[in-house]
């Protein structure tokens, strides 16, 4: 046999030098010092759309809750800087035409030449070490059996630390968004056999290696510092598993802090990790150390000469004595238990491949910090021990001193988010994992806007003329059609929505105008489906609107004249307004809806022998003309229009688009339908885009506290004006505070857009390219002229021409209509 000890390794390895042992409880990891250690993930609020006020409400009750710990705690506060997903692969949208899929085809092309895009990730890890375990062997972390009558000593500290853990998490859920790391179980082998991962101990490998993949417990899970399976080279630049190690240590604190002084890191276009680490002391332990701080300070007041002989000079160190002055108060904020006080250590680590390339990214860091007023270096020496201090549970590496308060700890951990929008379709009727609406890259962290929060999509999209508004529609209408089946119905005024209709292959039509070449002229039959008892319920009382627009008061044998002419027409074959009026019998109903007949100057949209309105999956409706119509020929229109949709609307994704909403605000009929909208339609999976440019008439529709409520995004559009008084007050009815006011104040118009959901609020740019302007941003007349030119020379295909008009080369390989 061969002698296998000479290959045995008996030095310390990587294992011997982190931490955890194992795995107790569902979220809860032991540590080989007795320790106890939990995790969550979390997201704080975005403070750069916070007013001061905010911010410090927001740190004043992180203090609060960190205040209620002390010795024995530690915490972590990790903010990670990862690479960002990547933009939405073809296979996971549905484009049914070439245009729309051209322009996503150009966005992901733009998304892809954009390089460093990131978005940040937090998590807290939480610690805690019975004071007897410092004397106490881990033989004593041994847990009884659940039928034991006598609780251990490992029962009794696991049952102490889960009950301050919930009551911390609970804290902490009122002011930030939290999840616990737990274990997960999946079952494999067809349902045989079940798998358990651990997101704490994931997180703990990331923390060590820089590598983000699921761990997979064993059925024992204990000795767990196999999870540092990476070889550690220790030098100067240290290696972690062949890459190189930086660590960039904050090593002095300005003389003042306040809310978010370091968030600058949460912008920086790299991957990094950056770990602030509080080890708590009791109100007792801290005013003992303060006070030996204190008498040091003291005995540096007078010169040594003075204090020895006792006399008195001229000679006094005023920084000595302002620094006594500042430990004194220390000394009775923690007395006073209203903060907490201990060892803060932060450090940011980056790992690389290339040497240089890491020196860069640290000497980066470094600027950046000490431009916030803070002290700041590159470790050498201590490169080692300062990475092995930042890993979760680790208490003993790396401490640094002076102590610090909880108030000021609140102010330097990392708990800004740069909210970068949800990376799938937050609705449930949507399919699993379906793609967010529109992606783009807006700094070096990207925004997924989602028009949907949970299932309402409901949006109110308002700001002055010639921000952008229109623009920003056709964008959405045109994103909208990657999912499948996606059904579009826009009520548009202008013929903005023209260009994108027509090169979707969709049906534009120009409602009260002559048919063209580009429009199709409509022609209605609004009685034309009688099949139901619903469709008859409707058509009599839009025949009693109808009558009534024409100043006939509604009596009781008016409904029933009307009902029951409905009732007979619903068994004979001719439907039109013309049939009925020759079919009612009171004399006052025939002369009210003459105006409605072919007779009338209502009979070219209103009385038709068969309805001319085919609803396909893209619908554009342009009712500018039917606007100048009046009011008695307008409502009739439209609502019968709304009734078609209402019809379609099957549970496919869909979206009504209603651009200029505040025209059909103002009318009494149409505020009541939108408000009925707003409340039942997500039921169908349908969501409402009401976009307006009069502020002042949406504040007097006497529906703003319905559209506050109902529409849950909000997109706000630039408006330089939105400070003034007036205006001001329209944007804090629907819940802006200052600092948002001032955003869109000072957003850029036609490039840059704001908004604000429950989930988050973020300043976005749209990054249109030219295939997308072409047709989303091209509503000037002489453009429409040339599209109308364009596409009566060319037919379908006219959108090649209409791209190599304006400048984009190989236009024919862009757009397959083959």
Request: include cysteine.
């Amino acid at each position: 046999m061969a002698a296998l000890k000479r290959f045995r390794a008996t030095g310390p390895s990587f294992a011997d030098l982190v931490p955890y042992a194992g795995l107790i409880d569902n979220g809860v990891l032991l540590l080989k010092d007795g320790s106890l250690m939990a995790g969550w993930y979390f997201a704080g609020p975005d403070l750069e759309s916070a007013t001061d006020l905010e911010r410090n409400e927001l740190s004043g009750q992180i203090n609060a809750i960190l205040s209620r710990l002390g010795s024995g705690w530690m915490i972590q506060v990790e903010a990670i800087r990862v690479p960002t997903v990547d933009y939405p692969s073809k296979d996971r949208c549905y484009f049914p035409d070439p245009v729309t899929c051209a322009i996503d085809a150009e966005r992901r092309a733009h998304f892809g030449r954009e390089q460093g895009h990131f978005e940040s990730k937090h998590a807290l890890v939480l610690t805690y070490r019975p004071l007897e375990s410092k004397k106490t062997a881990l033989s004593r972390y041994i847990y009884s059996d659940a039928a034991s009558r006598k609780k251990s000593y490992a029962d009794t500290v696991l049952f102490t630390f889960k009950n301050a853990v919930r009551e911390i998490e609970q804290y902490l859920a009122s002011v930030l968004s939290i999840r616990r790391m737990q274990t997960r179980e999946t079952t494999e082998r067809g349902g045989v056999r079940t798998a358990r991962y651990d997101e704490l101990l994931q997180f703990v490998r990331f923390c060590i290696a820089g590598e983000n993949h699921p761990i997979r417990l064993p059925d024992i899970p204990m000795y767990l510092d196999w999870v540092a399976t990476a070889q550690l080279e220790h030098g100067l630049t240290p290696k972690v598993e062949n890459r190189f190690l930086g660590v960039v240590a904050i090593d002095g604190l300005p003389a003042e802090s306040w809310p978010g002084i370091l968030n600058s890191l949460d912008l920086m276009p790299l991957t990094y990790r950056w770990s602030s680490r509080f080890i708590f002391l009791d109100a007792e332990e801290a005013r003992q150390k303060l006070e030996r701080t204190r008498k040091k300070w003291q005995q540096k007041v007078r010169p040594f000469f003075d204090q020895l002989f006792q006399t008195q000079s001229r000679s006094v160190d005023q920084d000595a004595l302002s620094m006594v002055a500042e430990t004194e108060d220390a000394i009775a904020q923690a007395s006073s238990q209203l903060v907490a006080y201990g060892y803060y250590t932060p450090v940011v680590v980056l790992f690389d491949e290339d040497q240089e390339v890491l020196q860069e990214k640290a000497e980066a860091i470094r600027r950046l910090v000490q431009a916030e007023g803070f002290g700041a270096r590159i470790e050498t020496l201590n490169a080692t021990d300062a990475y092995l201090g930042s890993l979760p549970g680790n208490w003993y590496c790396n401490i640094r001193e002076p102590l610090l308060n909880t108030s000021n700890l609140a102010d330097l951990v990392p708990l800004n988010s740069v909210w970068s929008g949800n990376p799938a379709a937050p609705c449930p009727f949507y399919p699993p994992q379906s793609p967010p609406l529109m992606q783009v890259a807006s700094g070096s962290t990207p925004f997924r806007l989602n028009l949907h929060v949970d299932d309402v999509g409901h949006t109110l999209i308002f700001g002055p003329t010639g921000s952008g508004k229109s623009t920003l529609l056709a964008l959405i209408a045109a994103q909208f059609r990657r999912y499948d089946g996606a059904q579009i119905f826009a009520f548009d005024k202008g013929n903005s929505l023209l260009p994108l209709t027509l090169a979707a292959g969709g049906d534009h039509y120009e409602i009260g105008s002559d048919s063209d070449e580009e429009s199709r002229a409509l022609v209605f039959c609004p009685l034309s489906d009688l099949s139901t008892d619903g469709d008859r319920a409707w058509a009599s009382e839009w025949i009693e609107m109808l009558v009534s627009l024409q100043g006939v008061t509604i009596t009781p044998d008016h409904r029933n004249a009307i009902s029951r002419q409905v009732a007979l027409m619903a068994t004979s074959p001719g439907r039109s307004l013309s049939d009925f009026v020759s079919g009612v019998q009171m004399r006052e109903i025939k002369g009210a809806l003459h105006h409605y007949t072919v007779d009338g100057p209502m009979g070219q949209l209103l009385d038709a022998e068969e309805d001319g309105l085919t609803l396909g999956t893209f619908q554009c409706f342009e009712i500018e003309q039917l606007m100048n119509m009046g009011e008695r020929n307008l409502v009739p229109v439209l609502t019968y229009l709304f009734r078609r949709i209402e019809k379609r609307l099957d549970g496919s994704a869909s979206l009504i688009v209603l651009d200029e909403a505040w025209l059909m605000l103002g009318h009494p009929v149409f505020r009541s339908k939108i408000r009925e909208w707003l409340k039942v339609l997500r039921k169908a999976n349908c969501a409402v885009v009401l976009a307006t440019q009069s502020i002042s008439d949406a504040e007097r529709s006497g529906i703003i506290d319905v559209l506050k409520e109902s529409c849950p995004t909000k997109i706000c559009l630039p408006n330089g004006a939105a400070r003034e008084p007036g205006t001001r007050e329209f944007y804090e009815r629907i819940g802006f505070n200052d600092r948002q006011i001032e955003i869109v104040s000072h957003a850029i118009p036609k490039r840059e857009y704001y908004v604000a959901t429950p989930e988050g609020r973020r300043l976005f740019d749209m990054a249109l390219g030219p295939i997308a302007l072409s047709f989303v941003g091209a509503s000037s007349k002489q453009d429409l002229k040339r599209i109308r030119a364009l596409k009566a020379e060319h037919g379908h295909v006219w959108p090649i021409h209409w791209l190599e008009m304006r400048g984009v080369h190989d236009a024919a390989s862009l757009l397959d209509f083959a």
